[in-house]
T-cell receptor, first 117, second 113 residues
């Protein structure tokens, strides 16, 4: 069964509006979740690392005020794209890793395809 | 930070032939190397992974080899089938729950029936 659930799977919005994407870890508690972005025919690029109970860590070039991440519980992280513009249209995927230790496998959500008109 | 390079970007093979995809990484501290298969519009699916304490791992038609000295690892698919057609990504990271994966640029594999 699914380990990570992501919602919505697709969303279309008008330029200037905000969109929230949820990522839920279903099978285990996740102190750390990762948010990736994938443009068409490109690779997955890490946007930020979401840490439960603390501020997210953003990768270079990713605007923290535009991509708001909240990780308020051990099973839920949200990504809000604020004041979305057409260039933000992309496939956003969250991922969860099991607790620290020898297992480095990432479990991915289904992804959320954002289209900004 | 880690940098992962992947080649080739596209690969076309005849059904039944073998396919090989190669990756190199830059951070000698990386010790976890998974391979993902992604179909159009879907999430990446883990197909095989290897850790730095082994040099080769096999799972039916899929195998991965790792050369830590040269910092490269490869995916081998034997007896390819049309359903193997997809985009394949290699990745690397330190093997802890708090370290994100760095992905290669991807290889689009097309298996011709």
């Amino acid at each position: 069964g699914a380990v990570v659930s992501q919602h919505p799977s697709w969303v279309i919005c008008k330029s200037g509006t905000s969109v929230k994407i949820e990522c839920r870890s279903l099978d285990f508690q996740a102190t750390t979740m990762f948010w990736y972005r994938q443009f068409p025919k490109q690779s997955l690029m890490l946007m930020a690392t979401s840490n439960e109970g603390s501020k997210a860590t953003y990768e270079q070039g990713v605007e923290k005020d535009k991509f708001l991440i909240n990780h308020a519980s051990l099973t839920l992280s949200t990504l809000t794209v604020t004041s979305a513009h057409p260039e933000d249209s992309s496939f956003y995927i969250c991922s969860v890793s099991r607790a620290s230790g020898l297992s480095g496998e990432l479990f991915f959500g289904e992804g959320s395809r954002l289209t900004v008109l | 930070g880690e940098n992962v390079e992947q080649h080739p970007s596209t690969l076309s093979v005849q059904e039944g032939d073998s396919a090989v995809i190669k990756c190199t990484y830059s951070d000698s501290a990386s010790n976890y190397f998974p391979w993902y298969k992604q179909e159009l519009g879907k999430r990446p699916q883990l197909i095989i992974d290897i850790r730095s304490n082994v040099g080769e791992k096999k799972d039916q038609r899929i195998a991965v080899t790792l050369n830590k000295t040269a910092k490269h690892f490869s995916l081998h698919i034997t007896e390819t089938q049309p359903e193997d057609s997809a985009v394949y990504f290699c990745a690397a990271s330190m093997d802890t729950g708090r370290r994100a994966l760095t992905f290669g640029s991807g290889t689009r594999l097309q298996v011709q029936p």
